[in-house]
């Protein structure tokens, strides 16, 4: 699970874990698993640009899957394990988009931000079979070049091999180092092996005050490229095992597989990156959770990235 959360799991969580390991080809579905017949054209399960077309999550899932076994296979993807010695570096130098100051409605958010999101994806192998596995999660571009940003706790799930990134038109690139981690802040940048290819990068804005209204594009449960909105709730000082840093909270929805996706401010500038959920319950005891009441989304700050970069700490 990467989004920490303590509710119960659902049949509908349950159902997209089966389509997970469906996926990655455990087992297979029918062709038409409803048993229609739709005479309709195949949709590309790439195409989230279109204002209506409809994306096809377990196919981008099957073609995340396939593409990194090939990575993982030919010998291309860095190693968790050679990935995690590097993340005692505390800062990289990256040249910075300048952010934006046009205000844009939240479908411009979306369409001018999307080809800027990833899916950041952890590559395992389960007990019931000898394939590669995809946990997806959320990430950002940075830089042109391939350095992008995530959550730290990427890197504390056990028995994982490498990761991997896909862009929202399919291309898929292997990890091929750590640029710069922050454990306490739960905050890493990583950088992509792209060859010649080029992302889009996005624009970092570390000083959104409490009100402002917010939007986040990520892959909640394998919901890809999912748009919500809400504003920024409040600012405070976490306590947790990695130790006492600053948190944004929103009120913009996110769930498991969010983690690491970039929260946009009005301007379409990141104002910060989705980090976990906590949930209040009228009724908590130590075998049962009832009456859900509220939860709060945790984001790191912009602030919190820009650290890692050096000369960027006080950027405004």
Request: glycine share 6%; hydrophobic share 40%; with cysteine.
């Amino acid at each position: 699970m990467i989004i920490k959360r303590r509710a119960r799991i659902s049949h509908a969580a349950a159902f997209v874990a089966v389509a997970a390991c469906l996926a990655a080809g455990c087992a297979q579905l029918p062709d038409n698993p409803v048993g229609s017949r739709s005479s309709k054209p195949a949709i590309d399960p790439h195409d989230a640009h279109s204002r209506h077309t409809a994306l096809d999550d377990l196919a981008r899932m099957r073609n995340l899957t396939a593409k990194a076994t090939k990575l993982l296979d030919s010998g291309k993807a860095t190693s968790m394990e050679i990935l995690s010695k590097q993340l005692n570096r505390k800062q990289c130098k990256l040249s910075l988009p300048t952010r934006l100051t046009k205000q844009l409605t939240r479908s411009e958010i979306y369409r001018k931000n999307l080809d800027s999101v990833l899916i950041v994806a952890r590559i395992y192998k389960c007990s019931k079979c000898t394939k590669w596995h995809a946990g997806a999660a959320s990430g950002f571009a940075l830089t042109s070049s391939g350095a992008i940003a995530t959550n730290y706790h990427l890197f504390e799930s056990k028995n994982k091999q490498a990761l991997v990134a896909m862009t929202s038109d399919g291309k898929t690139y292997a990890v091929k180092e750590v640029l710069a981690a922050g454990k306490t802040d739960d905050a890493v940048i990583l950088q992509l092996d792209m060859g010649a290819a080029k992302l889009k990068p996005l624009a970092l804005a570390p000083d959104a005050p409490v009100g402002t209204e917010v939007a986040v594009i990520s892959h909640p449960n394998h919901r890809f490229y999912s748009l919500t909105e809400g504003v920024v709730s409040r600012y405070s000082r976490q306590r947790t095992k990695r130790g006492t840093t600053d948190m944004m909270t929103i009120t913009a929805d996110f769930a498991k597989g969010s983690s690491g996706a970039p929260v946009f401010d009005d301007r379409g500038n990141v104002a910060a990156m989705v980090a976990s959920t906590s949930s209040v319950y009228y009724t908590q005891t130590r075998d049962a959770q009832k009456n859900l009441q509220m939860v709060f989304k945790q984001c790191v700050p912009a602030a919190s990235i820009l650290k890692l970069i050096a000369g960027a700490g006080g950027r405004r």
